[in-house]
C-alpha cells in the first residue's frame, strides 16, 4: 500500500474528489482529440484515462501529477505508426496498444535500474524545441478538420500542398463551428478568468472554471449539430458511434517484426513523457515542499503503460495542464486521480452516446487551443540571448520536428547538444594566472590587476582533461613557453579538472618530458583528491611526487625568485 494511502487523512478528502471531478471534465474531450491526434477511435483516449491513472496513482511519487492521453505522445505514437499501418485500421490500433506496452516495459526496467538519472540527458533547449516544433506540426495538421477538407502526405510540406489544392472544397458549415470553437477558446483562456473574477468569483475558482472552456464548447457545438442536424444537411463531420461500456482487459504480445519496428519510438516516447511528467512533477511538487523520486516516477509511468496496454490504450504520461488543473483544484494526494479514473469508467459505461454529434472541427480546435500554448517563443529568445550554442540546438530541434518529422527531430536535437557539449569540451576555457595585490587569490590577468614572478607561468585550465581537448591544451602550454623565453617554471592549476583519461595522461607524460629536456620544470597545483588517487601510481606520478602543491599561493611562494614580482 503506499504511503499516502495508508496515512490518508479525511480532511484531504474534499479537494481530491473536487479536484477529481473538475480533472474528468476537462479530461474528456482532450481523450477524444488527442485519440483523433494519435490516428486511433475516440474510444481509446477515454481507454487511457482509466487504469493507467490508477496504476500511477499507486506507484509513482508525485501527488499532483495527472497522467493520461498528451498532445505529444499523441503526435509521437501517430508518427510513429503511420508508416507501418493504415490510421485507425485493426493493425494501427493494434501496434498503438503494443507500443504502450513495450513503453511500460521499457520504463519499468529503468526504473528497477535505478535509472531516474536519464532525465537528464535532454537539455532544456532540445525539450523545448522539441515540443515548440511538435506544437506547430500538431497545428498545422489539424487545419483539415479545422475547414472539413481532405489532406494527406508523407511530410508537413507534402501535406500543406495538398491543404492547399483542396482549400477550394473548404466545408463552410465546418470552417464556422471550428473557428467559432477556436476564438472561443483563445478568448477563455485570455479573458474568462478575468470576467469571472469582476463578476465577484473568487481568482482561484475562476482560474479553474477558465479551464473548464474545452467541455463548455463540447458541450455547445455537439448540442448544435444535433438540434439543427448539421451532419446531414451540411456535412459536418462528427466523432459518430463511440462504442457504450467499459474496455475488455486482454493483451496482445508484440512479434519480433513489431519489436524491431517499434522499439526505438517507444524508447523515444519514453524519454520524452518520463522527462515531462519529472519536469511537471517536480515544479508542483516545489510549490508544496513535496519531493519527487525519479525511479518512483519511471516505474509509475512504466505501471500505467502496461495498465494502457492491458485496456485498450496507448502511450500516456504525465499532463501539464491537465496537472496544474488538479493542483489547482486542491488535489491532496493521488486518489484525485482514481476518483477521475472511476468517473471516465462511468462516463464510458452510460454516456459515450452523447459524443455521436461531437464535431471533429471542435475536436481539433481543442488540440490547437491547447499546444500552441506549448510554443515556447519567450526560451528561444532568451536563449539567443544568453547562448546562441543553446539557441541554435533549440532552433534546429525545432525545425527538424516540423520539416524531418517527430523522431528524426529529435534524435537531431540530441546529437546536436551532444556536439555542442564536445566541441565546448574540446576548447576550454584557460587563463594565465597572476596574484591579486596583498591577498592569496589568483585571478586572470588579461581581467584583473595581478602580479606575477618571472620565470613562472601559471595556466588555469577550467575542464577536465580527455581526449578530445588534451592536443588542445598541451598546444596552450607549449605556446606559452615558446614565447617566453625565460619561463623556467611551468605550473598547471587543476582546479577545476575532476578528470584526467588516459589520453590526456600520457599528453602530460610526454609534456613533462618535453618541457625538462628545455629546462623547464612543470608542477601541478589543486589537484583534487581521486585524481591524486590514480596519479600516484603512474610513472608520471611518481616524477611529480615533491612538484605537487596544495594551492596556487604554495606554488607562487615555493617557485618566487630572489627577486619581487612585476
Sequence with gaps: MPDWLSSYQKNLLSGDLTAGLIVTVMLIPQSLAYAMLAGLPPEMGLYASILPIIAYALLGSSMTLATGPVAVISLMTASALAPLAQSGSAQYI????QMA??????????????????????????????????????????????????????????????????????????????????????????????LLEKAGMSSRL????????????VIGFTFMVYFFSLDTRFGVSVAGHVPQGLPSLGLSLPGFDAIAALWLPALLISLVGFVESVSVAQSL???????????????????ANLASAISGGYPVTGGFARSVVNFSAGANTPLAGIISALLM??????????????????????????????????????????DRADAFSLLTTMLGVVLLGVEAGILLGIALSLAVLVWRSSHPHMAVLGRVPDTEHYRNIERHAVQTVPGLVALRVDESLFFANAAVVEQKIMALANTDTDVKNMLLVCSAVNQIDATALEMLDQLEKSLAARNIQLYFAEVKGPIMDRLKNTPLGKRMKNKIFLSVHTAFQHLRKDREPN
Design 94 to 97: 493494434e501496434l498503438a496498444i
Design 101 to 194: 506496452l513495450i513503453s511500460g516495459v521499457m520504463l519499468l526496467a529503468f526504473g528497477l535500474l535505478r535509472l531516474g538519472f536519464l532525465a537528464h540527458l535532454l537539455s532544456h533547449p532540445v525539450i523545448s524545441g522539441f515540443i515548440s516544433g511538435s506544437a506547430i506540426l500538431i497545428s498545422l495538421g489539424q487545419l483539415k478538420h479545422l475547414l472539413g477538407i481532405p489532406a494527406s502526405g508523407n511530410n508537413i510540406a507534402a501535406t500543406l500542398l495538398d491543404l492547399t489544392r483542396h482549400l477550394s472544397q473548404t466545408n463552410p458549415a465546418t470552417l464556422v463551428i471550428g473557428s467559432s470553437s477556436l476564438l472561443f477558446l483563445w478568448w477563455s483562456r485570455r479573458s474568462l478568468s478575468t
Design 285 to 303: 511538487a516545489l510549490k508544496r515542499k513535496e519531493r519527487i523520486l525519479p525511479n518512483r516516477e519511471l516505474i509509475g509511468l512504466g505501471a
Design 345 to 386: 469508467a462511468i462516463v464510458i459505461a452510460f454516456f459515450t452516446p452523447l459524443f455521436y454529434y461531437l464535431p471533429q472541427a471542435v475536436l481539433a480546435a481543442t488540440i490547437i487551443s491547447a499546444v500552441t500554448a506549448l510554443i515556447d517563443w519567450r526560451s528561444l529568445k532568451n536563449t539567443w540571448q544568453y
Design 206 to 217: 475562476a482560474g479553474m472554471l477558465s479551464k473548464l472552456a474545452p467541455m463548455i464548447s
